[in-house]
């Protein structure tokens, strides 16, 4: 097996609410290198206003070859011509539609996975990826336990690829990647860094020597 098949992503959450400088902050995040795919979260109430404010970062982000995901909207990801849509819990999307997304190349991929049975149910739908926590809870420094147990034991079994929300503590991210989660995501730990840049960086670093130390074990 390849380096990369060890190698965990970070998947990026933008914030609910974006700072005054988020343009810098954001600008600053993708020069630290490495990202696998960003969901753009925020305000959809006046959807015009949503839309004026994401297209540059969905654009800016994919010429940076970042996938970008629109969360529960699969009319705004079209508009906005990002890469897939990203759902709350299953339900949000009917199988037919999902097909019709999967069909033109769109990822789909939802959260809303609770228990393991709920797991293999949503598995059986063949989402692109299933993502285990919440994007609207506050984080800690520790991973919430359903959050690890559920996407450790999702990872180590299944093939389809799984993203888990991290805690915002380097044992808490390195315990995911260590378990071979396929895509961490982070927010928090980015936006509120004194420097995006060198926090998506450092992370990145993390998880290169994580997987050499996985591909050694393997071998």
């Known amino acids: 097996m390849a380096f990369q098949d060890f190698r965990t992503r970070l998947f990026l959450i933008t914030p609910q609410t974006p700072p ?51 969360a529960d909207d699969k009319r ?27 069909e033109r190349g769109m990822i789909v991929g939802t959260a809303g996975i609770n228990t393991r049975h709920l797991a293999l149910q949503t598995g059986e739908r063949e989402f692109d990826y299933l993502f285990f926590g919440r994007t609207d809870r506050d984080l800690t420094e520790d991973n919430h336990p359903k959050t ?48 995006p840049g060198a926090e998506v960086a450092r992370l990145n670093v993390v998880l290169d020597t994580i997987a050499k130390r996985r591909m050694e074990a393997a071998a």
């Open 20 to 70: 005054p400088d988020f343009a810098e902050r954001f600008a600053s995040a993708l020069a630290g290198g490495d990202i696998g795919c960003m969901l753009v979260e925020g305000d959809k109430s006046d959807q015009r206003a949503f839309q004026d404010f994401a297209a540059p970062y969905v654009q800016t982000a994919q010429g940076a070859n970042i996938a970008v995901l629109i």
């Open 76 to 102: 705004l990801a079209d508009r906005l011509n990002a890469d897939g849509v990203h759902l709350s819990e299953p339900k949000t999307l009917e199988q037919s539609d999902q097909d019709k997304l999967q």
């Open 148 to 195: 690890e147990t559920l996407s450790l034991w999702w990872a180590q079994t299944m093939a389809i690829p799984c993203v888990a929300l991290a805690g915002t503590s380097d044992e808490a991210f390195t315990k995911l990647a260590e378990g071979g989660v396929e895509f961490i995501a982070v927010r928090d730990q980015i936006w509120d860094a004194e420097d």
